[in-house]
């Protein structure tokens, strides 16, 4: 019964898993190519792939002060970093929207079975101490 338990669970556990990467693999080709995107409007040619000490080299040359990256920084980033934001909280928004489904539909149902469960068993073991002890004083008579 507990195996057959545990089975299910982890069963349910990679089918969560699977819907999970399924979703997130399309966002992170998004958030890949906004970062090609930003590394673009700083300056640094990432039209085809090729190592990152060239590609920090493009960046130095076209900022050649922390003023000018900062700044060129802050511009490349600021839809990005708008977006990331919105997507985080979203994600929050339905993952807490899952957990408290999951907690309504299938937690909180086992948790009361197994509360009446153990309430039931103490109330009979209650009975049934109840019941010895006025068998031992009928007998002390």
């Known amino acids: 019964m507990i195996q057959d338990t545990l089975k299910q669970s982890m069963k349910k556990t990679r089918e969560t898993r699977a819907r999970f990467e399924q979703q997130l693999r399309p966002r992170v080709s998004e958030w890949s190519q906004a970062v090609r995107k930003m590394v673009s409007e700083l300056g640094a040619d990432v039209s085809e792939p090729r190592p990152l000490a060239d590609i920090i080299a493009d960046l130095r040359r076209s900022n050649?002060?922390?003023?000018?990256?900062?700044?060129?920084?802050?511009?490349?980033?600021?839809?990005?970093?708008?977006?990331l934001w919105w997507?985080?909280?979203?994600?929050?928004?339905?993952?807490t929207d899952r957990a408290e489904?999951?907690?309504?539909?299938?937690i909180k149902p086992r948790l009361e079975q197994a509360r009446s469960h153990a309430d039931a068993s103490a109330r009979r073991a209650l009975?049934?101490?109840?019941?010895?002890?006025?068998?031992?004083?009928?007998?002390a008579k």
């Open 127 to 139: 009975t049934f101490i109840r019941e010895l002890t006025e068998r031992r004083d009928d007998m």
């Open 101 to 106: 489904r999951a907690y309504r539909v299938e």
């Open 64 to 83: 050649p002060s922390l003023r000018d990256f900062n700044r060129r920084l802050d511009l490349a980033t600021y839809d990005l970093r708008k977006k």
């Open 87 to 95: 997507d985080a909280n979203m994600m929050t928004a339905y993952v």
